[in-house]
């Protein structure tokens, strides 16, 4: 079973800009999840989407949005570009069907520097 | 809130040598718990992870963690490292209220000497 593929793997762009992410889960799983990985604050969770609703969110602003299709791929979008929004972007998959301790399984990251 | 603290930044270990990571958690109730690991420019792979029952977990790669309530931890060990092994370990915490967002600690960058 192929694993969780995210597009494209490497951004550069401008402050200002905006930029979308994709995220394809494994087949069969329905929750996807988005973080977010910089060297200053770490991992931090972004917001989760199942069933084309978004079910959590974390504590980020509202220029980072997401948005899930009826085939489970996930979208996550950062308008405005900041200097600060520059990071690894970690989508995770799982099935959703469960509790919290249900495993999330990552992808590669797409790696986004604003300039 | 929930909270997730490993102590050591970066570790550096002989080849052959054991490993123990350590991870202190925060969180009201009984948590569900994960070690991944990361190697340069990838995602996280899962190693294992803790919901109930037997508090020492298995874990791929050879890699083992004991849950201990009493002092909030979840140290993650293996008897003898692979230079492979250099990477970086997060300890996670995860809820079971049903939210999956997970939190992680900052991290533990693991060198491994010949």
């Known amino acids: 079973k192929a694993g969780v593929t995210q597009t494209p793997r490497y951004l550069i762009k401008t402050r200002g800009q905006q930029v979308t992410l994709s995220c394809s889960p494994i087949s069969g799983h329905r929750s996807v999840s988005w973080y977010q990985q910089t060297p200053g604050q770490g991992l931090q969770f972004l917001f989760e989407y199942f069933s084309e609703t978004q079910r959590n969110k974390g504590n980020f602003p509202g220029r980072f949005s997401g948005r899930q299709f009826s085939n489970s791929r996930s979208e996550m979008n950062v308008s405005t570009l900041e200097l600060g929004d520059s990071a690894l972007y970690l989508c995770?998959?799982?099935?959703?069907?469960?509790?919290?301790?249900?495993?999330?399984?990552f992808g590669p990251g797409t790696r986004l520097l604003v300039l | 809130a929930q909270s997730v603290t490993q102590p050591d930044i970066h570790i550096t270990v002989s080849e052959g040598a054991s490993l123990e990571l350590r991870c202190n958690y925060s969180y009201g109730a009984t948590p569900y718990l994960f070690w991944y690991v990361q190697s340069p420019g990838q995602g996280l792979q899962l190693l294992l992870k803790y919901f109930s029952g037997d508090t020492l977990v298995q874990g791929i790669k050879g890699f083992e963690a004991e849950f201990k309530r009493s002092q909030s931890s979840f140290n993650l060990r293996k008897p003898s490292v692979h230079w492979s092994d250099a990477a970086e370990y997060f300890c996670a915490v995860g809820g079971n209220t049903g939210r999956r967002a997970l939190t992680f600690g900052s991290g533990t960058r693991l060198q491994v000497q010949p």
């Open positions: 995770a998959s799982s099935l959703g069907s469960s509790g919290g301790g249900e495993t999330q399984y």
